[in-house]
């Protein structure tokens, strides 16, 4: 009989430093979609904030309070994270733990090699901390999230967790070599 054994997305590809930043793997916990209903909005994020303290993002946001936090990942459909879901009419909510990469690029020179790959801008000026993209990095579709003055976080589809190393540490690699 096989032995099984769980592996995260990231396994044996992170951490790694290169230049001025850090790619780091996280470990959201629980991952839940939630899709309201059609007009069933802001009674699930009345329902959520209720709960949990957040309520439903709206476009472009996240936000957060302890553990748990709900980020905007496209029209009607936000990932509530680090937390289980409490019950909520008027929702679809389906657990989708197993299925996201998350990475932490963080340092001095982010924005720089983000730049490299997302078609956004995400200068301090204009993506601030809690603002969040559904956008292109690279040749996959990515979920980026502000976290810190320097730091992200960039969601991806498990499937595509060596392809998000290999963009990020070509783009960091090639600006280290600038520098």
Do not use: Y
């Not at 793997?25 to 899709?35: D, F, H, M, R, S």
Request: hydrophobic residues 45%.
């Amino acid at each position: 009989m096989a032995n099984l054994v769980a592996l995260s997305p990231c396994d044996g590809l992170l951490p790694q430093t290169i230049g001025a930043v850090t790619l780091t793997e996280v470990n959201l916990g629980q991952i839940t979609a939630i899709l309201p209903f059609k007009g069933q909005k802001k009674a699930v994020s009345d329902a959520l904030k209720s709960a949990l303290g957040v309520g439903f993002p709206a476009p472009g946001c996240s936000q957060a309070k302890g553990r748990a936090r709900a980020v905007w990942v496209g029209k009607g459909e936000a990932l509530l994270t680090g937390v289980d879901c409490p019950a909520i009419q008027g929702a679809a909510c389906v657990d989708q733990s197993d299925a996201w990469c998350t990475v932490e690029i963080a340092g001095k020179s982010v924005e720089d090699v983000l730049a490299r790959l997302v078609p956004v801008d995400l200068r301090a000026a204009t993506f601030k901390r809690g603002h969040t993209a559904k956008t292109l990095l690279g040749q996959m579709t990515a979920s980026v999230s502000r976290t810190g003055d320097d730091a992200f976080e960039i969601m991806v589809f498990r499937s595509m967790a060596e392809t998000l190393v290999e963009e990020l540490t070509r783009a960091a690699s090639g600006l280290a070599a600038r520098h």
